[in-house]
Each structure stands twice: as C-alpha cells, then as structure tokens.
Nanobody, 128 residues
Framework: VQIVESGGGLVQPGGSLRLSCTAS????????IAWFRQAPGKEREGVSC????????FYLDSVKGRFAISKDNAKNAVYLQMNNLKPEDTAVYFC??????????????????????WGQGTQVTVSS
C-alpha cells in the first residue's frame, strides 16, 4: 500500500495549484479519502474529504469556495484544486485514508486520528 502526493510548489497569493493523490495496492474510490495539511509549529488539520460511493465532500471552513476535491477513478487519483491561494495556506499537504471507511461524516472527517495510511506529503508555499 502506497500513497503519493504531488503537485505542490511555490505560488504567489491569488494563484492556483492542483494537488494529486495517487495510490498503489488499493483503489482510492473504495474508501473515503481526505486531504490534510500541516504548517510549521501547527497541528495537522483536515482540509477536505470525499466519500466513496456517494461522493459527498467536506471542506475546512477557511477553504470553502476556493478549494475543490475530486477524483478520477480511471487514473486511481484524487485531486485537490486550490484557487485564490493565500499565505496562510502554506503547509505540507497530505492525502490519507484508513482502508476501511467508505463514508465519513461532518463530525469525523477532519480528525487525523481516524486515518491510518498517509502519503509523504507535498509542500505548498504561497508567497510573493
């Protein structure tokens, strides 16, 4: 089982990036998949999550309207489109699952302790 994130980089405020999460050893669409981020000196926080089957999505309040999570089952990938990026979005972004849960709920999707499998992360830096 391996999860790999990519697509991070340096972008100016107001810019956009698309992060990709790909997997080997399992099918992403079989489980709820979440994006987390962690800035230096801060706790890891849930950014977005997409459920299997019904495709329900969840977002951190501060990214609603700017970020969009999606998946491409043919490529076994989950994406995080990030628009209108702000300096406070600077962090390492991680993709995660527990290889068990199909549906997350509004009260649980953002809790990092519920996820067991993580990628290595991709750095996103928003700076002028």
């Amino acid at each position: 089982v391996q999860i790999v994130e990519s697509g991070g980089g340096l972008v100016q405020p107001g810019g956009s990036l698309r992060l990709s999460c790909t997997a080997s050893g399992f099918t992403l669409d079989d489980y709820a998949i979440a994006w987390f981020r962690q800035a230096p000196g801060k706790e890891r926080e849930g950014v977005s999550c997409i459920n299997s089957q019904n495709g329900t999505t969840f977002y951190l309040d501060s990214v609603k309207g700017r970020f969009a999570i999606s998946k491409d089952n043919a490529k076994n990938a989950v994406y995080l489109q990030m628009n209108n990026l702000k300096p406070e979005d600077t962090a390492v972004y991680f993709c995660a699952t527990d290889l068990l849960t199909v549906r997350r709920y509004s009260s649980t999707w953002y809790r990092a302790q519920f996820y067991d499998y993580w990628g290595q992360g991709t750095q996103v830096t928003v700076s002028s």
